[in-house]
T-cell receptor, first 113, second 112 residues
């Protein structure tokens, strides 16, 4: 099993450009999450999904959109990138609402100039 | 919103010394999880605590959950260079939705 994979690993965008980050998991997990991590800070939840076809806002959803068309995939979109969105983005999945660990992907390092 | 406060932000220790990080909440927690993130890596699950007063050990790591389920600690005995990284607590708040509330992390730095 590959676990949780993320593409791309690195990306540089110019202000105003758009992009989509892809997260895939092969563990048949119901729940998937997108986080951002800024230097020296913890994880902040952007959006999450409790099942195929569902999405919900987390702590910092502004400027991002998500889609969960297939159970194994969770996409994070930036429609018009801003320098404030420079961060490391982590995708995670888990097989229950709580009491179960979250499995993280390796992260995508995004720089917006 | 709900917060989990984690202290200290950084801790410098000599190899062989002990290390402790603490998480505190003003709200009763349903459970608390601990994760480790190596430099340049991603968070990796260490353990989960559910019961009031629970203590769990993993080799040199000891995890505690407070009696009131509002605080938790991670203690590492005799640190080694392999312990370097940032340790995060993450909690489910009682009666919350599906989200984990994350502490800001404690970075363990081993002095040469």
């Amino acid at each position: 099993n590959a676990g949780v994979t993320q593409t791309p690993k690195f990306r540089v965008l110019k202000t105003g450009q758009s992009m989509t980050l892809l997260c895939a998991q092969d563990m048949n997990h119901e729940y998937m999450y997108w986080y951002r991590q800024d230097p020296g800070m913890g994880l902040r939840l952007i959006h999450y999904s409790v099942g195929e076809g569902t999405t919900a806002k987390g702590e910092v959803p502004d400027g991002y959109n998500v889609s969960r068309l297939k159970k194994q995939n969770f996409l994070l979109g930036l429609e018009s990138a801003a320098p404030s969105q420079t961060s490391v983005y982590f995708c995670a999945s888990s097989n229950s609402r709580d009491f179960h660990e979250q499995y993280f992907g390796p992260g995508t390092r995004l720089t917006v100039t | 919103g709900q917060q989990v406060m984690q202290i200290p932000q950084y801790q410098h220790v000599q190899e062989g010394e002990d290390f402790t990080t603490y998480c505190n909440s003003s709200t009763t927690l349903s459970n608390i999880q601990w994760y480790k993130q190596r430099p340049g890596g991603h968070p990796v699950f260490l353990i989960q605590l559910v019961k009031s007063g629970e203590v769990k050990k993993q080799k040199r790591l000891t995890f505690q959950f407070g009696e009131a389920k509002k605080n938790s600690s991670l203690h590492i005995t005799a640190t080694q260079t392999t312990d370097v990284g940032t340790y995060f607590c993450a909690a489910n708040i009682m009666d919350s939705n599906y989200q984990l509330i994350w502490g800001a992390g404690t970075k363990l730095i081993i002095k040469p």
